[in-house]
């Protein structure tokens, strides 16, 4: 899905690398749950444990500036109504889940962020502010 992508203005900036990490790591994953020929189902639980230690340790090694970037929606994640927006919407909260240290300007930021999500897509179930 990625790949369908031109690369945002920000790209170069550590907390896309970690959102774009979250993401093609997961939908790697996704192709070798549901392969055409069986898996070793031992390797893929390695995989996924390997894969989140990184994603975990590209996340917490991001400044508070970075994280309050991430936990911001792109102009482009705004107006487009597309998978890959929606991609990117998941990775966003997946990755503000996986955070250790929720500081007050996160959570603020995060449900400014899920506010604005449910104003653009009313209809999605990932779209619901917190209580």
Not at 75 to 80: F, G, L
């Amino acid at each position: 899905m990625l790949d369908n992508t031109a690369p945002p203005e920000d790209w170069k900036q550590p907390h896309r690398k970690c959102l774009a990490y979250y993401i093609s790591k997961k939908e790697r994953m996704e192709r070798l749950i549901y392969p055409e020929k069986p898996q070793n189902l031992f390797k893929l639980i390695k995989q996924q444990e390997a894969y989140t230690y990184h994603t975990l340790k590209k996340l917490h090694e991001l400044d508070s500036e970075q994280i309050n970037m991430l936990l911001s929606l792109s102009s482009s994640e705004r107006v487009t109504d597309s998978v890959e927006c929606l991609s990117l919407i998941h990775g966003r909260i997946a990755l503000y889940h996986m955070l250790f240290d929720k500081k007050p300007s996160y959570i603020s930021k995060f449900k400014k962020m899920i506010n604005e999500v449910a104003g653009l897509y009313p209809d999605y179930s990932f779209a619901r502010a917190p209580s």
